[in-house]
């Protein structure tokens, strides 16, 4: 299991590195969007970011399912516990709580505002939805 881990973060790190240095929103930038009006154009950015750093779990799934070769029961759930610990099992909660659960872990953690974006939400993410 350690080793999907691994493969799971590395993947992940992959393409996260890409989606922060091909466009590097920053914390504050992504914090300040969040809070802004939903009915403005800021708010549609940071639910596309979100949306989109959250949908990423589903490629790193993948990538640890053709890990440990198979796509039975059991190496889905092997290769979806991996992911978990990168990404957490959020699937009982839309983008909308997730971007209330992304402003209150900036607001208790703000001397991560000068951190990528993607890295302090799949921080978030990984501790508020803890895989069980």
């Known amino acids: 299991m350690k080793y999907l881990i691994k ?27 969040c809070k802004a009006p939903k009915d403005s154009p800021a708010y549609g950015a940071c639910l596309g970011f979100i949306g989109g ?14 890990a440990l070769g198979g796509e039975d029961k059991n190496t889905i759930m092997k290769a979806a516990e ?15 709580d997730t971007i209330n659960h992304y402003i209150e872990y900036i607001d208790k953690n703000p001397n991560e505002k000068t951190l ?7 921080r978030m993410m990984a501790k508020k939805y803890q895989c069980n």
């Open 53 to 66: 750093v959250a949908n990423s779990a589903l490629p790193a799934t993948q990538v640890a399912m053709i």
């Open 116 to 122: 990528p974006a993607v890295f302090t939400l799949t």
């Open 7 to 33: 493969i799971v973060s590395i993947f992940s790190v992959a393409l996260l590195t890409n989606v922060a240095f091909a466009n590097p929103m920053m914390t504050q930038t992504l914090f300040n969007a």
């Open 82 to 96: 991996a992911s978990g610990r990168v990404f957490g099992c959020g699937e009982g909660f839309t983008i909308v």
